[in-house]
């Protein structure tokens, strides 16, 4: 974890923080402005068949393929502002440096989520290469989604079993961590506060936000 530094934090950044990290079950108030995390993870809930408002109810279908992308997605805008950069190229490093840091997972199930992101996001879950200089695929990842079984990653002989719900609930605890650690820590505030254009998404119309 990265080191604490505590210090008294100014109002903007109190502001930033309070509106990047937003619940996502607080109901919206339209026309708003939201941010991408606050969004993304309302929409990860309804993916789940859960009611994003907090009412209780669970949703009568759920879309579970898009809400581990969505997770995949969030990962990638949190290790953003984590790293303090959206450098080209770095992609790999800031996602697995973020599961690291708050997942609490070694360099090895760091890695096979990360593949699983690249499986999802380029090639729609079928599968995820590595490939050496020349060209040459070298690792051929492939994935099978699941859920109650309360393990993260199972690997088998031909793939690597996801149980999408511990994910889910792994996602959400970091998201916490993370937000918990940079309102006491100087460092990471510097880091989130050079993102903070891409943090904003504008909402005036009531059917674009459920």
């Known amino acids: 974890?990265?080191?604490?530094?505590?210090?008294?934090?100014?109002?903007?950044?109190?502001?930033?923080?309070?509106?990047?990290?937003?619940?996502?079950?607080?109901?919206?108030v339209i026309p708003g402005t939201f941010s991408?995390?606050?969004?993304?993870?309302?929409?990860?809930?309804?993916?789940?068949?859960?009611?994003?408002?907090?009412?209780?109810?669970?949703?009568?279908?759920?879309?579970?393929?898009?809400?581990?992308?969505?997770?995949?997605?969030?990962?990638?805008?949190?290790?953003?502002?984590?790293?303090?950069?959206?450098?080209?190229?770095?992609?790999?490093?800031?996602?697995?440096?973020?599961?690291?840091t708050y997942l609490s997972v070694g360099t090895n199930d760091a890695e096979i989520l990360y593949h699983l992101r690249n499986s999802l996001?380029?090639?729609?879950?079928?599968?995820?290469?590595?490939?050496?200089?020349?060209?040459?695929?070298?690792?051929?990842y492939k994935f099978v989604l699941t859920t109650n079984t309360n393990i993260l990653i199972t690997p088998t002989q031909s793939s690597f079993v996801i149980d999408i719900e511990a994910f889910r609930e792994k996602f959400e605890t970091a998201i916490d961590l993370y937000e918990a650690q940079l309102r006491h820590d100087t460092n990471l505030q510097v880091q989130f506060s050079k993102h903070q254009g891409i943090s904003i998404g504008a909402y005036t119309n009531q059917n674009e936000v459920r």
């Open 1 to 28: 974890m990265p080191q604490k530094q505590c210090n008294q934090m100014s109002s903007s950044v109190i502001t930033n923080i309070d509106f990047f990290f937003m619940n996502p079950t607080t109901v919206p």
């Open 36 to 100: 991408q995390l606050y969004l993304l993870r309302r929409d990860i809930l309804t993916c789940f068949g859960i009611d994003a408002n907090d009412t209780g109810q669970t949703l009568p279908t759920k879309a579970l393929w898009p809400g581990v992308m969505g997770i995949c997605a969030g990962i990638d805008l949190l290790g953003k502002f984590l790293a303090g950069n959206d450098n080209k190229g770095e992609v790999g490093k800031r996602f697995k440096g973020f599961l690291i």
């Open 121 to 140: 996001i380029h090639s729609f879950g079928l599968y995820s290469d590595v490939t050496d200089r020349a060209g040459n695929v070298v690792r051929e």
